[in-house]
């Protein structure tokens, strides 16, 4: 089957530090990449979709340089929260279409990010 | 635009009995839907989709679910539901048209009772 993986599984960080989260797909190839957040309780929100070889596009009210998007390769894509602040703190998951299978996204075990 | 919409925050059903997750959706193209399950502090695992073809989609941990086009609806289902069943149920859509963008529905949180 196709796995994706997230590292770290958890973080907790102090406020005005930045932490960055990868996201890999082990066994298939992903010219694309999705990030989502997700608040207690509540859905995935789309935040940015990351493009290998290119600039992420992100959704409207994102802000781009709070979170940097880098797709270094066909099996990893990271996600920057520059300058983090308590309200940073989330669930982040990311997710990816296998490359010639069409239609199913596989998901990662997300990442929890604490900003103290 | 594509949206979906889960009208239950939570639904209770006690072990043995039949599981019912409503699902309706609303896209411009050809509707690409699908139903995910989150446990606590885990990513989503794919249940089944629904692309083309029979409207009954069968797919992992005995679930299935029926899209009806004539109601925009894709509801999952499970005949004879398991307190490990237990969790956060995800209904998503995307327009066939328009790339692999996601809509996700609000969620559903299922509670099966020993």
């Known amino acids: 089957g196709a796995v994706v993986s997230q590292h770290p599984s958890r973080v907790i960080c102090k406020s005005g530090t930045s932490v960055k989260i990868e996201c890999r797909s082990l066994d298939f190839q992903a010219t694309t990449m999705f990030w989502y957040r997700q608040f207690p309780k509540q859905s995935l929100m789309l935040m940015a979709t990351?493009?290998?070889?290119?600039?992420?596009?992100?959704e409207q009210g994102v802000e781009k340089d709070k979170f940097l998007i880098n797709h270094a390769s066909l099996t990893l894509s990271t996600l920057t929260v520059t300058s983090a602040h308590p309200e940073d703190s989330s669930f982040y998951i990311c997710s990816a279409p296998r490359m010639g299978v069409t239609d199913t996204q596989y998901f990662g075990p997300g990442t929890r990010l604490t900003v103290l | 635009a594509q949206s979906v919409a889960q009208p239950e925050d939570q639904v209770n059903v006690a072990e043995g009995n039949p599981l019912t997750v409503k699902c309706t959706y609303s896209?411009?193209?050809?509707?690409?839907l699908f139903w995910y399950v989150q446990y606590p502090n885990r990513g989503l695992q794919f249940l089944l989709k629904?692309?083309?073809?029979?409207?009954l989609v069968k797919g992992s941990y005995g679930f299935e679910a029926e899209f009806n086009k004539s109601q925009t609806s894709f509801h999952l289902k499970k005949p004879s539901a398991l307190v490990s069943d237990s969790a956060l149920y995800f209904c998503a859509v995307r327009d066939g048209a328009a790339g692999n963008k996601l809509t996700f529905g609000g969620g559903t949180r299922v509670l099966v009772k020993p």
């Open positions: 896209v411009s193209g050809n509707p690409y």
């Open positions: 990351s493009n290998e070889g290119s600039k992420a596009t992100y």
């Open positions: 629904y692309i083309t073809g029979d409207n």
